[in-house]
């Protein structure tokens, strides 16, 4: 009997200053009608300066916990996704750890991201099937609000940011009954480094911190948005085929497409790439802006929460980000 990777508790949080269209209007040289018809925003969440991403995963982690009935001294290990750490070192996954008042395990941070979901998932998947740990927190948490750029220059990332974090509790699923991760499959490319990146602050750099640097913008994240949109849009569907050609399965196999909510042009071409009907691929973009490696699992939260996956589902789940890095994965809910 094969044992499986299941995951038995969800949580999400946003922190709770809404940012609209109209509030950016009154930031930066931008329009609601250009941030609605390029990317399908209304709306995100943005932290107050005083909170940080492991702030916002400790928050979803206790959801999570919560959800899943568990004691949280039960959770062996935890993996930690973000692009936007509280420091520049350590990473978040041991700050969720002390928030959460659990000692000496093991704190794993993954650096994709807007794949790290689907990097972190997999990374689970491979502890748990192996028996090498039972019980893992998975936290993915963003906080990019506090660093965009809100020149001309800049505009084009700063509109489609949002804050937020989502954890889930992954342990093994030994009953034989065919529920829990099917497969993961990850893709990177590193000659597109410099396409969708934070150049400084770097250690190639010495000193690394200069007034300069500052005065360049050089501490902004910066993109080359049509590259990144075009690869998105063909990657994310190869790498669903992928996968489904690894399961021996077929795109009439899947009840819902989680892509990454990058930009809702984006997760729709992925949808008509893939010949989803609309009402299989999940959106919730509209409000709460691109969370990056926090995007999938706020999506995979909300949708359950809701009602609409049921148990016995099966899942694809995509993303596509900086790196550049993708992949796919599949769960039977
Ligand atoms: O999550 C990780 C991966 N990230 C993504 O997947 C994002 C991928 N890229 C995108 O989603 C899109 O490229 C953007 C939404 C970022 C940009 O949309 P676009 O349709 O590719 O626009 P563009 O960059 O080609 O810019 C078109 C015009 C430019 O003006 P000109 O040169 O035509 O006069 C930009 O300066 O729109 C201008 N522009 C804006 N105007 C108003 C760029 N950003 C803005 C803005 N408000 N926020």
């Given at each position: 009997?094969?044992r499986?990777?299941?995951?038995s508790?969800?949580?999400?949080y946003?922190?709770?200053?809404?940012?609209?269209n109209?509030?950016?209007?009154?930031m930066m040289?931008?329009?609601?009608e250009?941030?609605?018809e390029?990317?399908?925003?209304?709306?995100?969440?943005?932290?107050?300066?005083?909170?940080?991403?492991?702030?916002l995963?400790?928050?979803?982690?206790?959801k999570?916990i919560?959800n899943?009935?568990?004691?949280?001294n039960?959770?062996?290990f935890?993996?930690?996704a973000?692009?936007?750490?509280?420091h520049?070192f350590?990473g978040?996954?041991?700050?969720?750890?002390?928030?959460?008042?659990?000692?000496?395990?093991?704190a794993l941070?993954?650096?994709?991201?807007?794949?790290g979901?689907?990097?972190a998932?997999s990374?689970?998947?491979q502890?748990?099937?192996t028996?090498t740990?039972?019980?893992?927190?998975?936290?993915?948490?963003e906080?990019?609000s506090?660093?965009?750029?809100?020149?001309?220059?800049?505009?084009?990332?700063s509109?489609?940011?949002g804050?937020?974090?989502?954890?889930?509790?992954?342990?093994?699923?030994?009953?034989?009954?065919?529920?829990?991760?099917?497969?993961?499959?990850?893709?990177?490319?590193?000659?597109f480094?410099?396409?969708?990146?934070?150049?400084?602050p770097?250690?190639?750099?010495?000193?690394?911190?200069?007034?300069?640097?500052?005065?360049?913008?050089?501490f902004y994240p910066?993109?080359?948005?049509?590259t990144v949109f075009?690869?998105?849009?063909?990657?994310?569907?190869?790498?669903v085929?992928y996968g489904l050609?690894?399961?021996?399965l077929s795109?009439?196999?899947?009840?819902y497409?989680?892509?990454?909510?990058?930009?809702?042009r984006?997760?729709?071409?992925?949808?008509?790439?893939?010949?989803?009907?609309?009402?299989?691929v999940?959106?919730?973009?509209?409000?709460?802006?691109?969370?990056?490696?926090?995007?999938i699992p706020?999506?995979l939260?909300?949708?359950?929460?809701n009602?609409?996956?049921?148990?016995?589902h099966?899942?694809?789940l995509?993303?596509?980000?900086?790196?550049?890095?993708?992949?796919?994965?599949f769960?039977?809910?």
């Amino acid at each position: 009997m094969e044992r499986r990777t299941v995951v038995s508790g969800l949580g999400f949080y946003v922190p709770p200053r809404v940012v609209t269209n109209f509030d950016l209007e009154k930031m930066m040289n931008t329009s609601d009608e250009w941030i609605r018809e390029r990317t399908g925003i209304l709306e995100r969440h943005w932290a107050e300066s005083g909170v940080g991403a492991s702030d916002l995963g400790y928050e979803a982690a206790v959801k999570a916990i919560e959800n899943a009935g568990l004691d949280k001294n039960d959770i062996d290990f935890i993996i930690a996704a973000t692009l936007s750490p509280d420091h520049y070192f350590p990473g978040i996954g041991l700050m969720v750890q002390a928030k959460l008042g659990l000692k000496e395990i093991g704190a794993l941070d993954i650096r994709d991201q807007c794949s790290g979901f689907l990097y972190a998932l997999s990374v689970a998947d491979q502890y748990i099937r192996t028996g090498t740990y039972k019980k893992i927190l998975l936290v993915a948490a963003e906080l990019q609000s506090a660093n965009l750029d809100f020149s001309d220059e800049g505009r084009d990332m700063s509109v489609l940011f949002g804050d937020g974090g989502a954890a889930m509790i992954l342990e093994a699923n030994d009953s034989g009954d065919g529920r829990g991760v099917l497969g993961c499959y990850l893709f990177s490319d590193g000659r597109f480094v410099s396409e969708l990146w934070m150049d400084k602050p770097s250690s190639r750099d010495n000193p690394t911190f200069r007034v300069e640097f500052f005065q360049q913008g050089k501490f902004y994240p910066r993109m080359n948005g049509r590259t990144v949109f075009k690869n998105a849009c063909e990657k994310m569907p190869q790498a669903v085929l992928y996968g489904l050609q690894q399961l021996g399965l077929s795109i009439s196999n899947i009840d819902y497409l989680i892509p990454h909510q990058a930009n809702d042009r984006i997760s729709q071409m992925v949808g008509r790439a893939l010949r989803l009907p609309e009402e299989k691929v999940i959106r919730n973009i509209q409000r709460y802006g691109n969370t990056t490696a926090a995007s999938i699992p706020i999506a995979l939260a909300e949708a359950v929460q809701n009602g609409l996956i049921k148990k016995g589902h099966l899942l694809a789940l995509t993303a596509f980000g900086s790196g550049f890095t993708w992949g796919s994965a599949f769960i039977r809910w």
